[in-house]
C-alpha cells in the first residue's frame, strides 16, 4: 500500500473528533434497507410459542402472523423470509409434505400476499422442514442423492412460486439446482421470480439453534451435513460455488453463516461484485442474546455494530433475527 500520510502532518484522530465528523466520514451506513427478517410459523390457531434455543423469537400460527408482520411493514423491512416448522405427523423419509399444495408454508404465503404489499416474501428450498431424518435433501442407504433431489426442489421452487413468493431460497446446496429452478421457472411463465441462491453454505455448528427452532430432527448421522454443505476450511472453494449459481441464474447470492465467515463474504463480493448476502444465523443470534441478557453487552449497541460489519465486509442485505430490534433503533437514531 501506498504510504498516505505522514506525523505529525497527518493525524487521523482529528476527524474521529466529533460525532458529526464521524458521521461524514463513515464509510458504510446501516439502515432498515439492508434487513431481512427470518420468521417461523407454526400450525394451529392463537398460537405465538417461544424457542428455547432462541431467546426472544417465537414460532407464529397463521392468525397471529399480524403482529410481526404489521412492525416489518412500520419500520419498513424490505423483505421477509418463512420457515415452516412443520408438524411431527407430516414428516416423512422422502419430505413428501414440501410439494403439498395446501402445506404451512403455501398458506402463508397465500394469505400474506394478500393482506401485505410493501415487502417481499423470501422462501426456503430445501427438505429439512420436512424430512423424518432432517437432511435437506433425499437419503437413500446413508447418502444424499443429489440428482434425485434436485428434480424434488424444482417442483417445491414452482409450488411457492405459484402461491405468490417473490425470492425463491435454495438453502439445500444440491449440485446444479439454481439452473434447473431458473429454467423450470421460465418454462412455466415465473420470469421474475428471483433466485437468491445460498450459494457458500458451510456445514456450521452456528445453524443448531435453528434446527430446534423447526423441530429439525437431529439423527443427521456421523457426517451431518458435511457431504453438502462447504467446510468451514475452505475459502476458495466458495468462490466455484458462487460462479457456478451465478451462471446458472442466481439474481442474488448468499454467504452463511456470517459474523465467523466474514472474510469469506468479503471475497465473494470483491471478486464478483454482485448482489451478496449474509446471515446472522441463529447460532449467532442466540450468543448475542444469551450475554445481553446476562448484561455482558448493551443491547443496541451490540446489534448495530455486528450488522455494521456485514455492511463492511460487504453485504448489501442481511438475514438477522434482530432486523424488527436494529429497525427501530435506526429509527430513533
Ligand atoms: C436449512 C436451513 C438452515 C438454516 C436456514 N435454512 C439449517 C441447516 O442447514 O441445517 C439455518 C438458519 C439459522 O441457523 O439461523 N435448509
Avoid at 1 to 25: A, C, E, H, Q, Y
Avoid at 32 to 58: Q, R, S, V
Avoid at 71 to 78: C, D, G, N
Avoid at 236 to 251: P, R, Y
Wanted: positive net charge.
Amino acid at each position: 500500500m501506498k504510504i498516505l500520510g505522514k506525523f505529525p502532518s497527518t493525524r487521523l484522530r482529528r476527524v474521529r473528533n466529533s460525532d458529526w465528523v464521524r458521521r461524514l466520514i463513515s464509510e458504510n451506513n446501516l439502515s432498515a434497507n439492508d434487513l431481512i427478517l427470518p420468521i417461523f410459523l407454526t400450525e394451529g390457531k392463537n398460537k405465538k410459542e417461544k424457542i428455547k434455543t432462541m431467546p426472544g423469537i417465537y414460532r407464529y400460527s397463521l392468525d397471529k402472523l399480524s403482529s410481526i408482520l404489521d412492525e416489518a411493514e412500520k419500520f419498513k423491512i424490505p423483505m421477509i423470509a418463512l420457515f415452516p416448522n412443520t408438524s411431527n405427523h407430516k414428516r416423512d423419509h422422502n419430505g413428501s409434505e414440501a410439494l403439498n399444495e395446501n402445506n404451512l408454508i403455501c398458506r402463508a404465503i397465500k394469505l400474506i400476499k394478500k393482506k401485505y404489499n410493501k415487502f417481499g416474501i423470501m422462501t426456503d428450498v430445501a427438505l429439512d422442514p420436512y424430512t423424518s431424518h432432517g437432511h435437506d435433501g433425499l437419503l437413500h442407504k446413508g447418502k444424499i442423492l443429489n440428482d434425485e433431489t434436485v428434480k424434488i426442489l424444482v417442483k417445491q421452487s414452482l409450488l411457492q412460486a405459484q402461491m405468490g413468493c417473490d425470492v425463491i431460497a435454495p438453502s439445500d446446496m444440491m449440485d446444479g439446482r439454481i439452473g434447473k429452478i431458473r429454467k423450470a421457472l421460465d418454462k412455466n411463465n415465473f420470469k421474475n421470480v428471483q433466485i437468491l441462491s445460498y450459494a457458500a453454505k458451510y456445514a456450521s455448528n452456528f445453524y443448531g439453534p435453528f434446527r430446534n427452532a423447526i423441530s429439525a430432527s437431529n439423527n443427521l448421522g456421523p457426517n451431518k451435513k458435511k457431504s453438502y454443505q462447504m467446510d468451514y476450511n475452505n475459502n476458495n472453494e466458495a468462490l466455484k460455488e458462487v460462479s457456478m449459481d451465478i451462471k446458472e441464474g442466481a439474481d442474488i447470492i448468499l454467504i452463511k453463516p456470517g459474523m465467523p465467515y466474514l472474510d469469506v463474504l468479503n471475497k465473494i463480493k470483491n471478486t464478483f461484485n454482485y448482489p451478496t448476502f449474509s446471515y446472522q444465523v441463529s447460532g449467532e443470534y442466540s450468543m448475542l442474546m444469551k450475554s445481553i441478557e446476562e448484561g455482558y453487552f448493551k443491547k443496541e449497541d451490540i446489534i448495530i455494530e455486528t450488522l455494521s460489519c456485514f455492511k463492511r465486509a460487504g453485504a448489501d442485505a442481511i438475514l438477522t433475527y434482530f432486523a424488527l430490534e436494529a429497525a427501530k433503533i435506526l429509527r430513533q437514531k
